[in-house]
């Protein structure tokens, strides 16, 4: 049992936790920060150029949450340079597609909001 559970947390890891915190340094935020619960999806958000009160939402609201993660997910996925086919296989595939963003060769190049100041 203890052997299955040890296989299982590495598979994790390598699927997810190092892929995102790949991602994560790609996008100039601390990797560290994939491992951090709530703190993570604060992260997404800085990530994905949403805005932060996104997070009360993701966390508390019900059906709601949803919907605004698929989109922070997808402004993750454009500020990649990816395209709306990609935000669908990382919602549908993530065991796949957050490692093709993590090792893959994309770059994190984040999209210019109109009216937004120019630091």
Do not use: E
Request: net charge positive; aromatic share 14%; proline share 8%.
């Amino acid at each position: 049992m203890m052997t299955a559970l040890l296989i299982y947390a590495v598979v994790m890891v390598l699927l997810f936790i190092v892929p995102l915190w790949i991602v994560f340094t790609k996008a100039g935020q601390p990797g560290w920060a994939v491992i951090i619960p709530i703190y993570n999806f604060y992260v997404m958000l800085q990530i994905a150029q949403k805005p932060t009160w996104w997070l009360i939402l993701i966390l508390l609201v019900p059906i709601a949450n949803i919907i605004f993660l698929i989109m922070t997910i997808h402004g993750i996925s454009v500020n990649f340079g990816k395209d709306t086919g990609f935000t669908v296989g990382m919602i549908l595939l993530p065991f796949i597609f957050i490692p093709i963003l993590g090792y893959g060769g994309a770059k994190y190049t984040p999209q210019v909001v109109p009216g937004a100041p120019v630091a």
